[in-house]
């Protein structure tokens, strides 16, 4: 069984930073695309940042360059540095990604985790 779970949230103040990890794990061929994602209470959810198993990456307009994604493809692990947090950015965060197994080749999603960014 594949699993995607994500970790690393929390509360933080304006100003601060956070990095989240994605965790890909179970009986995982290979791990391409990697995504996070972000929903805010009441708004539709939002790309936030992908990545490439090749290290290709693309990012929200929104980011602003404050945010950077990467991973470790031995690790089946990609992270989301996140700088200059402010209150707008407080979301629940996503990861998901395309995952290759012995019994499918599709998306995965994790479970989400809270990034609350208050004073």
């Known amino acids: 069984q594949v699993q995607v779970a994500e970790s690393g949230g929390g509360l933080v103040q304006p100003g601060g930073s956070l990095r989240l990890s994605c965790l890909a794990s179970?009986?995982?061929?290979?791990?391409?695309?990697m995504e996070w994602y972000r929903q805010a209470p009441g708004k539709q959810r939002r790309r936030v940042a992908a990545?490439?198993?090749?290290?290709?990456?693309v990012y929200g307009d929104f980011v602003k360059g404050r945010f950077t994604i990467s991973r470790d493809n031995a690790k089946n692990t990609a992270y989301l540095h996140m700088n200059s947090l402010q209150p707008e950015d407080t979301a629940v965060y996503y990861c998901?990604?395309?995952?290759?197994?012995?019994?499918?080749?599709?998306?995965?999603w994790g479970q989400g985790i809270q990034v609350t960014v208050s004073s």
């Open positions: 998901t990604a395309d995952i290759r197994s012995e019994s499918s080749w599709r998306a995965h």
């Open positions: 990545i490439t198993r090749e290290n290709g990456v």
């Open positions: 179970g009986n995982i061929t290979a791990v391409y695309d």
